[in-house]
């Protein structure tokens, strides 16, 4: 009997081994890239009349929310409606628009919703889908909001209230 427990020891051994090692806290690259770099992406991005910026363009010492959208996604059509109706409560963000789809797709969107008329926001395409990987998104939309040092504070994917949104933001 004795020996019998002793091998079942040294089966099991590796086996609860390999499980505590798993429960550990997972390491940094096994976190999405905006979590591991939390600062707003330097990636190039067009405008709707063609200019590049990247994030040394955008306004400093103000909140930013990156809105990463796509043109053909409703729950981005009805959050682009309700930020433009609430335009007042984001007075002090700049709002930058980023589509991962093709700068003549984004044009028709910029067109329809006016954006020209909104100095607070920016609106760029990045077809390259790099952004895509830096935030791991997997649902339009994505909201980032970032402090005045351009440091993320909270991410949302998918569907969210303009509430939530708001206390961050104020």
């Known amino acids: 009997m004795k020996r019998y427990l002793i091998f079942l020891c040294l089966c099991c051994l590796p086996v609860l081994l390999k499980a505590q090692f798993n429960n550990a806290a997972k390491p940094a690259q096994d976190k999405a890239p905006y979590l591991q770099y939390p600062i707003i992406p330097a990636f190039p991005l067009t405008l709707p009349d063609g200019h590049i910026i990247t994030k040394k363009d955008l306004r400093k010492n103000i909140k930013t929310l990156v809105f990463i959208f796509s043109v053909d996604c409703d729950h981005c059509k009805q959050l682009t409606t309700e930020v ?70 909270k991410g949302f994917e998918g569907t969210v209230k303009l509430e939530d949104l708001e206390t961050y933001l104020n």
């Open 84 to 153: 433009l109706k609430n335009i007042d409560k984001f007075k002090k963000t700049q709002i930058l628009m980023v589509t991962p789809f093709k700068p003549e797709q984004m044009v028709s969107y910029y067109n329809e919703y006016k954006i020209r008329d909104y100095p607070n926001i920016i609106m760029a395409s990045e077809p390259t889908r790099q952004i895509m990987y830096f935030y791991n998104l997997h649902y339009f939309p994505g909201l980032f909001v970032y402090n005045k040092k351009q440091q993320l504070v």
